[in-house]
């Protein structure tokens, strides 16, 4: 039996709002993966996404963020996802 313990894997969470194609297709591409992911949906809240663009100097969303670091929007997370990377920023074995 295998006594090593099992790493957790660090907490996603996604800043979006409505209607953005690309928020669409991040939360696609992590149900897809079958992960777990917090949406916090900004589309009502501008005075919480100027303070978030000033807090990262991200300009669009989705924002997304593994555990405390952003790793940018929709297309990063797939350029991640496509390289392999995603999944060892999660600890996932491949």
Known sequence: MNSTAQKTMPAI????KDPCPYCVNAKRL???KG????EI??????????????KTGWKTVP??????KLIGGYNDMKA???SGELDKMLGIES
Do not use: C, H, R, V
């Not at 992960?35 to 917090?38: G, H, P, Q, R």
């Open 63 to 68: 924002m997304i963020f593994i555990g405390d």
């Open 80 to 82: 991640l996802e496509q």
């Open 30 to 32: 992590l149900t897809n």
């Open 13 to 16: 969470k996604m800043y979006s």
């Open 41 to 54: 949906d900004l589309t009502d809240k501008p005075e919480e996404l100027q303070k978030l663009k000033e």
């Open 35 to 38: 992960l777990a992911y917090e």
